[in-house]
Nanobody
Framework: QVQLAESGGGLVQAGGSLRLSCAASGSIFSISAMAWYRQAPGKQRESVAV???????NYADSVKGRFTISRDNAKNTVYLQMNSLKPDDTAVYYCKVIVATSRYMTYAYWGQGTQVTVSS
């Protein structure tokens, strides 16, 4: 079993910054991709940023140049640095981690979500 613990959400004024963290623990053989998604009220969950084990990144157009995804492999932790925040960034943010629990078994795990609210 693998657990993901998210932290770092909160209330911030437009133009401010926040850093989200997501730490994976448990029966981890290896971690491949790590990603952040978000879901605003009344909208579908969308991908915000993805980071592969090879170090490749992919960002939603709406956050390019403002958000940065990174990882600490020693801590099995993924971060999302969010700068120049806008009210449209308000959402519940979820981390997603692709974990191999053995040489042959791979699963996708989701964090519990953390609320980010940006006031105008």
């Amino acid at each position: 079993q693998v657990q993901l613990a998210e932290s770092g959400g909160g209330l911030v004024q437009a133009g401010g910054s926040l850093r989200l963290s997501c730490a994976a623990s448990g029966s981890i053989f290896s971690i491949s991709a790590m990603a952040w998604y978000r879901q605003a009220p009344g909208k579908q969950r969308e991908s915000v940023a993805v980071l592969t084990s090879e170090g490749s990144t992919n960002y939603a157009d709406s956050v390019k140049g403002r958000f940065t995804i990174s990882r600490d492999n020693a801590k099995n932790t993924v971060y999302l640095q969010m700068n120049s925040l806008k009210p449209d960034d308000t959402a519940v943010y979820y981390c997603k981690v692709i974990v191999a629990t053995s040489r042959y078994m791979t699963y996708a795990y989701w964090g519990q979500g953390t609320q980010v609210t940006v006031s105008s």
